[in-house]
């Protein structure tokens, strides 16, 4: 047995590693754009002709076209409903040439944010920035549209593919991954692209989340979201409490690494998970992640202490280390009415190689040096539902600068002992398992003497196949 | 690293340890199936039952536990009928087990084995919490669970042949006893015969088919949909020119809304256990219906 799943686990890595789907020129863009057009005209087809057999349904049946009727109507005074069954529709897989489609959800949001300061130079004091961690832009504006399309491949094999339409009409692979569900004793292989499992919430879509936006030390630690492309497999334990034991080995292309023109794999990750209920009432999930990453060159400008803006570049290893908590409790695990998530992850990173300081040679002092960083963070954040729909939640960030010793390079940069913190609230109003309103608060102190008042106003309406209630 | 190789050597030795004792694993959905895989399989099984009867079965997440539970299950057995879209798939994938995938033998799904009602014609969210196979509440009709009781020793069987007299013999005696069951069941509830009566969610369709009740309305505006006050209103006024005789929700339901219209329409409001464990009365199948048709009865005094 092991032997062709190895061979199979292999064959699935060689076609990731060759189908680098990254760099997307404009013609690869121009092709997709194609594709998704096709995509729908063919769905808009399959959808009238689906329109038209239920009108011929309905005509043959007037108790079903009946309550059809009434349905459509909600304002309708209730009407006497009477004991007969209704007549059922026919309930046989329709065949043709959409019966295998795959399901399709798709995900709208939309943002109204508020900054006291400027978006345009946020930055976290002493956090070497991944790039893409501002949260929102100022004013009205709508969020990442996603969608996502899943189906059983075969019978050995599942895949999904989320790609998400930004507001700035880029179309990007958030997940496009195979899942080989075949494999037996509790193994899944996962392989392509997908977010790791490292931590709590990294592997879930920001849809999911709590608050508009990622915890501080995903923003400074990993960049907002680790994405993998590789190969991840998971272990569950045939114990009857929930123990999950996980390595990926993937491109490494994500912060903090990059890429970096290099064969073999770019990164490794391991993780354990583990969880199980307390009573009816209480249930809990625990883990411990590790990841290894490099960099090549990854460039960001930071402010030297003659108030240069100085481009920087490091080349070297990069360790993350994650503990995360999750607590639930509901009455009796039935969540409808009321319940409390308690949630904390903590994050330490230590990152060495060199840094090359002045490295477009703007200012004509060029030199590398040693570099050794030992930062950590942590957040906590507690919602609580305390009437049907309705939730309350806060969230308390915290990150350490730590001890970064920038080597020859040290007469350019003194040391920081400011520690960034931020306090968000936020209330949201569920209607129903498809729709959410939130509006959040939040003050951040990224840098010494600065404060951020933030307001985020934020819909998020989910249509299509239904979606999974992850834990 | 030291830790994990820590806990993957503790792992592997229950793994070793934990599979030998056990006979049949079965992991239930809700309940009921929990309470009839036990009547059916005795000691030949061991059941782990996934919810409880406080629990809204529509809104279940994947917890780590379901997932530690599915990891080791020989047999699922599902109601079927999307009740369990929101999670079963997900938990089924993330514990790595083939076993009990759709399709394999160690997935059983009753909804395939009964008529269904309220099977919508047409699907739309608009319409509020739609199961596009029907109704999934099936359990609340007796018959459905006798229906669903042959195909599941059936099924037994077929994943535990050493033991297929044993479940054979189990079957036909649950069989006539819960018959014979079905039948007093039915003379108790002959006043019942007529009765209109009020429902919070479309939960009980197959218990008013089976007792020939009228429901008059429900209120919930739509499946899943929590009412207001004007919808409320509605129904009030409804009810003033139809009287029913009750109100009757399920033990996992919030009392709210039925005791706003109990008082208002003076009607009684009646909780039903639903599913087993759903009142103290209901500790098993037995138990769960003669504890309905009780609660009805004197609900409609």
């Known amino acids: 047995m092991p032997s062709p799943l190895l061979a199979r686990s292999a064959l699935a890595l060689a076609l990731v590693m060759a189908a680098d789907v990254h760099a997307a020129t404009d013609a690869d863009l121009a092709e997709i754009r194609a594709q998704i057009r096709q995509l729908k005209e063919s769905y808009e087809a399959r ?66 944010a508020n900054f006291s300061q400027d978006p345009n130079h946020y930055a976290i004091s002493g956090f070497a920035p991944s790039g893409d961690i501002v949260p929102a832009k100022r004013g009205l504006s709508i969020a990442e549209s996603e969608l996502n399309l899943s189906a059983s491949v075969d019978d050995k094999f599942y895949g999904n593919l989320i790609f998400s339409l930004t507001p700035d009409n880029q179309v990007s692979v958030e997940e496009a991954y195979g899942l ?4 037996p004793y509790g193994i899944a292989p996962k392989f392509g692209r997908f977010l790791s499992s490292i931590g709590y919430l990294n592997d879930q879509h920001q849809h999911a989340w709590d608050f508009y936006d990622a915890p501080l030390v995903y923003q400074a630690f990993l960049g907002g979201q680790y994405q993998n492309n590789g190969l991840q497999v998971k272990w569950v334990a045939p114990t009857d409490v929930f123990l999950e034991l996980g390595a990926e080995i993937g491109s490494g292309e994500s912060f903090p690494g990059n890429s970096r023109n290099k064969n073999g794999t770019g990164n490794g990750i391991v993780y354990a998970h583990a969880g199980d209920d307390v009573d009816a009432s ?101 919602v609580w539902q305390f009437m049907p729909a309705w939730r309350v939640g806060v969230r308390y960030d915290w990150l350490n600068p730590g001890s970064v010793d920038y080597g020859t390079n040290g007469a350019y940069f003194g040391s920081t002992s400011f520690n960034p913190q931020r306090t968000a609230v936020m209330l949201d109003w569920t209607p129903s398992e498809f729709s959410r309103f939130r509006v959040q608060f939040q003050q951040a102190k990224l840098r010494p003497d600065f404060t951020d008042n933030e307001i985020f106003v934020q819909y998020i309406l989910t249509l299509g196949a239904h979606g999974a209630h992850k834990f | 690293m030291k830790p994990i190789l820590q806990w993957s050597c503790a792992a592997a030795l229950l793994a070793v340890a934990a599979p030998a004792l056990a006979a049949l694993n079965i992991f239930a959905t809700v309940p009921e199936w929990g309470a009839l895989a036990e009547e059916l399989g005795g000691d030949k099984v061991k059941v782990y039952v996934a919810t409880n009867a406080l629990q809204d079965p529509h809104h279940v997440e994947a917890k780590p536990s379901l997932i530690a539970r599915a990891r080791t299950a020989d047999l699922v057995v599902a109601t079927g009928a999307e009740l369990e879209i929101g999670w079963l798939p997900l938990v089924t994938q993330q514990a790595g087990n083939p076993k009990i995938a759709p399709g394999k033998p160690g997935y059983f799904e009753a909804a395939a084995f009964v008529t269904m009602l309220e099977k919508p014609a047409r699907l739309d969210r608009a319409d509020g919490d739609v199961h596009p196979g029907g109704n999934p509440h099936i359990q609340t009709d007796p018959r459905n669970v006798l229906r669903v009781a042959a195909p599941l020793t059936a099924r037994l069987v077929e994943l535990d042949p050493a033991n297929a007299a044993y479940y054979q013999e189990r079957g036909k005696a649950f069989a006539e006893r819960f018959g014979i069951a079905i039948g007093n069941w039915e003379k108790l509830a002959t006043p019942l015969k007529g009765a209109p009566i009020v429902v919070q969610h479309k939960a009980f369709t197959y218990l008013i088919a089976w007792l020939g009740m009228n429901e008059v309305v429900a209120l919930e505006p739509k499946p899943g949909v929590d009412p207001t006050t004007a919808w409320l209103s509605e129904v009030l006024a409804l009810l003033q020119r139809q009287p029913a005789k009750m109100v009757i929700r399920a033990a996992y339901q919030s009392d709210r809304a039925s005791q706003w219209i109990a008082e208002r329409a003076k009607i009684n409001a009646v909780a039903l256990p639903f599913t087993v464990g759903g009142t103290p009365e209901a500790k098993d199948l037995f138990g769960l219906y003669d504890d309905t048709i009780a609660r009805l009865l004197k609900g409609a005094k």
């Open chain 1, 47 to 112: 959808i009238e002709a689906l329109e038209q057999r239920l009108q011929a349904a309905e005509a043959k049946s007037p108790v079903a076209a009946a309550s059809a009727t009434a349905a459509v109507v909600p304002t309708a005074v209730p009407t006497v409903a009477s004991t007969a069954v209704p007549t059922a529709a026919p309930h046989a897989p329709s065949g043709g040439i959409g019966a295998f489609n795959p399901a399709i959800s798709a995900v709208l949001q939309g943002t109204y």
């Open chain 1, 180 to 183: 080989y569900t075949a494999a």
């Open chain 1, 282 to 382: 209480n249930s809990w999930r625990a883990g411990l992640s590790y990841l290894q990453t490099a960099a090549r060159d990854r460039e960001y400008s930071q402010l030297d202490l003659a108030g240069n803006d100085t481009q920087l570049a490091f080349t070297g290893k990069s360790k993350v280390a994650i503990a995360d908590f999750v607590w639930k409790w509901a009455p009796n695990g039935n969540a409808q009415e009321r319940n409390v998530k308690l949630q904390g992850e903590y994050f330490w990173r230590r990152e060495n190689g060199d840094l090359t300081y002045d490295a477009d040679g703007a200012l004509g002092l060029t030199q590398s040096g040693g570099y050794r960083s030992d930062q950590n963070g942590f957040y906590v954040q507690g």
